[in-house]
């Protein structure tokens, strides 16, 4: 047994008398994230070596296991002007000068950011398009003006009317439904009460005046 018998407690150990004057061998930090306190009444480690333990056993929560990122780095991607790989598709195709499969690839998407960025890119092209990407682009640009208060609209005004503009002069066929929409759209971004500014308010209403003649014909 290791205990000691009676009358023998002052018997020292010499092992253990080596240890007796040495300070206690410098414990971990516990889970909790608290350094233990030694013999000097201080945190295991100087302050000057390294900041309280604490500040990196809570690392989940102070983000210390990782390195700091860049505010860039935080934020989710800027959206993509037109729409990242769908828009280095539409490129592509430009490239090859496959217009028609280029509008074709933007009408069908939702987001209408590409559809104005293309637009822009080629210019008025209504002479690509096929009779039903003219018509479904159309009835998007219809959609566009309803709100052109609002992005994209507000900063695309010029390459909606310049489209327009020569879908009218090229005869393009508009459909009965599209003649009425469109110009219910031209007059409200004509009327004084529009966001435009005036010079686009004065040719909205040219515009409205060209769509009124397809009424009668």
Known sequence: ????????????????????????????????????????????????????????????????????ESPSAVKPAPPKQGGGQLW???????????????YKLVIAEPEETCLLRLMQHTGPIVDRLDAESNSRLIRRLIHILSSPSKEPAAASIDQIFSWLWQALNQGIHFTASQVEDLASALQRVSSASSPLTAPEKAEAGQLLQQVSALRRS
């Open 1 to 68: 047994s290791s205990r000691r018998r009676p009358g023998e407690s002052w018997k020292v150990d010499p092992v253990e008398s080596s240890r007796g004057s040495a300070p206690p061998p410098l414990p971990l930090a516990g889970a909790d994230g608290v350094g233990t306190v030694g013999s000097g009444g201080a945190l295991a480690g100087s302050s000057g070596e390294r900041p309280n333990a604490g500040a990196y056993l809570d690392g989940s929560v102070r983000g210390v296991h990782q390195p700091a």
């Open 88 to 102: 280095e598709s539409v490129l592509d195709l430009c490239a090859e000068r496959r217009f028609l499969e280029a």
